[in-house]
Nanobody
């Protein structure tokens, strides 16, 4: 069982900032990649950012230079710092994690999702 708990969403004005956090409780699993997707109702879910166990980061083009993803492995937590927010950033943001089972060296990975947190940016 892997649980991901998100926090930090809310309502901000354009140009403002928010920091999202996602903490994993993985038990017998090791968390590898962590990241964030976002979704607007009626539209496809879009990957925003990801960070690997080696701290390699990837960003969707529209958020590059505005968002920063980081992680604290001692806390099993990833953060998404969002600056210069725009109304088009409004969405539900979902944390995800790719995990492996401790003691399993086959390379099999499992994907888990958080419940989502609402980010609303007003103009």
């Amino acid at each position: 069982q892997v649980q991901l708990v998100e926090s930090g969403g809310g309502l901000v004005q354009a140009g403002g900032s928010l920091r999202l956090s996602c903490t994993g409780s993985a038990s017998i699993f090791t968390i590898n990649v962590m990241g964030w997707y976002r979704q607007v109702p009626g539209k496809q879910r879009e990957r925003v950012a990801r960070i690997t166990e080696d701290l390699t980061t990837t960003y969707e083009a529209s958020v590059q230079d505005r968002f920063t993803i980081s992680r604290d492995n001692s806390k099993n937590t990833t953060y998404l710092q969002m600056n210069s927010l725009k109304p088009e950033d409004t969405a539900v943001y979902f944390c995800y994690a790719e995990v492996t089972r401790i003691g399993d060296f086959s390379g099999r990975r499992y994907l888990y999702w958080g419940q989502g947190t609402q980010v609303t940016v007003s103009s």
